[in-house]
């Protein structure tokens, strides 16, 4: 039972334009929630984060959103570049103050393609 | 001065023999972590080790160990290697202050073939 989903595979979006990444998830106990991204032969890098507390995070040209009642998060990234191409993780912690020692629940990504 | 580092790259095998799977860290951080990437693409959490101690072990087969020499140092060794495993094997530390748990630095990973 996947309790992260991102049931885009792919996205395709023009250079300058807005790219939305979409995740969901089930489990209620999940708390905060990141985003990773991923270059091809290399390990997924820490993106951005947002925890259950609050609606929004922003950091320059990406923005999370979390929208608790219908356990859903979407990243934005504003304008899209080149270099963005990549696939994106979504991920879920059940932080509990630390008790849950990172564990952390992955989506199965989406891949990014961002047109010159 | 790689932060997270994995060797091998790549490692092809037969089914039956035991390899190992090596990772150390520079960033100073108490927890390590391996994760195992299957074909359908999700990464899972298989084992997590806090100063040395392990605090995750997740459903994994117990073919599977994990060691930890040192905090900046976490091996994965498997036993008797099946088809099942093919699979890239990451590799990931974080500092174990509050929410930084979570934000977790990863090796460039390891694929594993096994024949």
């Known amino acids: 039972d996947q309790q992260v989903k991102q049931n885009s595979p792919s996205l395709s979006v023009q250079e300058g334009r807005i790219s939305i990444l979409n995740c969901d998830y089930t489990?209620?106990?999940?708390?905060?929630f990141l985003w990773y991204k991923k270059y091809p032969a290399e390990g997924p890098t820490f993106l951005i984060s947002i925890s259950s507390i609050k609606d929004k995070n922003e950091d320059g040209r990406f923005t999370v959103f979390l929208n608790k009642s219908a356990k859903h998060l979407s990243l934005h990234i504003v304008p899209s570049q080149p270099g963005d191409s990549a696939v994106y993780f979504c991920a879920a912690s059940a932080f509990a103050g630390g008790t849950s020692y990172g564990k952390l629940t992955f989506g199965q990504g989406t891949i990014l393609t961002v047109h010159p | 001065d790689t932060a997270v580092s994995q060797t091998p790259k790549y490692l092809v095998t037969q089914m039956g023999n035991d390899k190992s799977i090596k990772c150390e860290q520079n960033?100073?951080?108490?927890?390590m972590y391996w994760y195992k990437q299957d074909s359908k693409k999700f990464l899972k959490i298989m084992f997590s080790?806090?100063?040395?101690?392990?605090?995750i072990n997740e459903t994994v087969p117990n073919r599977f160990s994990p060691k930890s020499p040192d905090k900046a140092h976490l091996n994965l060794h498997i036993n008797s290697l099946e088809l099942g495993d093919s699979a890239v094997y990451f590799c990931?530390?974080?500092?174990?202050?509050?929410?930084?748990?979570?934000?977790?630095?990863f090796g460039p990973g390891t694929r594993l073939t096994v024949l």
């Open positions: 080790y806090n100063n040395k101690e392990l605090i």
């Open positions: 990931a530390s974080s500092p174990t202050t509050g929410y930084l748990y979570n934000e977790q630095f």
């Open positions: 489990n209620s106990m999940f708390d905060y």
């Open positions: 960033l100073g951080h108490d927890t």
